[in-house]
């Protein structure tokens, strides 16, 4: 047996043992299904694999959305020297260790180094600076992925180095694909076993997998009563045998079969219509079923200002606190936190003027020239600027006793006029 030539190119017997969803990682881009608006054709991502000249990134998305398949593939594409890293385990002295040992190769055969951090939010701020020097200097290029808001979890010295995509949950398509390759591979899948699926089974699995590929792929083998190989129990894979599977590797969104997205839609229409007890209901059927409770929280918020607003500013007290509270206990100790915020929001007085009003100024920055600032509001911190008029004839509003006698335009010459928020 030939050793293998690369991290991906393990023969398959070599791992007859890993789970399916790990031996029917794609090979080539041409078989990673899904973010086409990343890696599709024209897309600058693809055009920089193209020229091999790939920046320092960090791939933000849901789970089982491909990210780790992407950097292997990229690697791969651009022949660099993989690296995977442990962003559980890793210290900052093997983070050092490792940078060294990339300059080395560089230095020596011109080889170049991808860095792979899994979940690189849970690195501290020490281990996530110590990758800075060699990402400046470009001794290695980073790719990062984690399912959390990079803005938050990402160092903004790291962040400013490193080119962010946004990878998106997997359409139910792209699962069913995925399933279907998985199926009819000899080699890697389960082709040996001929498995008979439904069109039906497949799209039900794919949905309620929530676009997690991980999670359907091993769903589909425990379904199948196969382990990479084995006589299956039953040649014919049912819904309800999906069904069951799913229940023992991932918990039911919703028995039902309701989509994930219909289900935070009725909280928010729920609470947008002053209904508190149907809200928490819809916030139990998420939390019950595992549901991110940070996700959760991050809508609240939201909703605190465009479905509440100025009719109720402390609703977004209350939502700030309830988020903060939820990152910081987690569940199940946050559930009853959550709730009482959605009880708050529900019964709360409702105004959508802030968000019509924001509107408004997204559609006046777009489709208007960029006004300059009205020369009476420009600063004024050199004698220059003072010269030519900055700040001149502005009114102190405080110095006026008569708020009438300080009125003045804050608005461009063209949009004086202008009425945003009604």
């Not at 769903?219 to 023992?248: H, Y």
């Not at 969104?253 to 229409?269: C, Q, T």
């Not at 549901?291 to 809508?299: G, N, S």
Request: aromatic share 6%.
């Amino acid at each position: 047996m030939s050793t293998p030539k690369t991290l991906f190119d393990s023969p398959a017997n070599d791992s007859r043992h890993s789970p399916l969803a790990d031996r029917m990682r794609p090979k080539t881009l041409a078989e990673y299904e899904g973010q086409r608006q990343i890696v599709g054709e024209g897309t600058i991502l693809r055009e920089a694999l193209e020229r091999d000249q790939i920046p320092s990134m960090v791939f933000w998305g849901p789970p089982g959305s491909g990210k780790t398949t992407l950097a292997k593939l990229i690697a791969e594409t651009t022949k660099s020297h993989f690296i995977a890293f442990s962003a559980i385990s890793g210290t900052v002295k093997e983070i050092r260790e490792t940078i060294a040992g990339a300059d080395a190769r560089k230095k020596m055969y011109g080889e170049k180094t991808l860095l792979f951090v899994d979940e690189i939010h849970r690195f501290n701020k020490a281990q996530q600076d110590a990758f800075l020097p060699a990402v400046e200097s470009g001794i290695i290029t980073l790719i990062g992925a984690t399912t959390e808001n990079p803005s938050f979890e990402v160092n903004s010295a790291l962040l400013s180095r490193c080119r962010v995509f946004v990878l998106a949950m997997l359409e139910p398509e792209a699962v069913v694909a995925i399933l279907r390759r998985a199926l009819a591979d000899e080699t890697n899948g389960l082709g040996k076993l001929k498995l008979t699926v439904d069109d039906d089974t497949l799209a039900y699995l794919a949905m309620m997998s929530n676009g997690d590929a991980r999670v359907a792929l091993n769903a589909l083998e425990l379904a199948a009563g196969s382990n990479a190989g084995c006589s299956p129990l039953t040649p014919g894979v049912s819904r309800k045998r999906v069904a069951e599977a799913l229940q023992k590797t991932h918990l039911l969104y919703d028995r039902a079969g309701e989509e994930h997205y219909n289900i935070i839609s009725a909280l928010h229409k729920s609470m947008r219509g002053n209904d508190a007890n149907a809200a928490l209901y819809w916030l139990g059927r998420m939390l019950e079923a595992g549901e991110d409770p940070i996700y959760v929280a991050r809508r609240l918020v939201r909703f605190s200002s465009e479905d509440i607003g100025l009719a109720d500013p402390n609703a977004l007290v209350q939502a700030v606190a309830a988020f903060q509270a939820s990152h910081q206990l987690g569940m199940p100790e946050c559930n009853v936190i959550l709730a009482q915020c959605v009880a708050y929001l529900a019964r709360a007085p409702k105004s959508n003027a802030l968000y019509l009003a924001y509107g408004k100024v997204q559609r006046d920055i777009q489709e208007l020239p960029a006004e300059p600032v009205p020369i009476h509001l420009r600063n004024a911190p050199t004698k220059l600027m003072k010269d030519l008029g900055y700040g001149k004839n502005y009114k102190y509003t405080p110095s006026f006793e008569n708020v009438e006698d300080a009125q003045q335009d804050f608005l461009p010459e063209r949009l004086k006029n202008k009425k945003y928020l009604e």
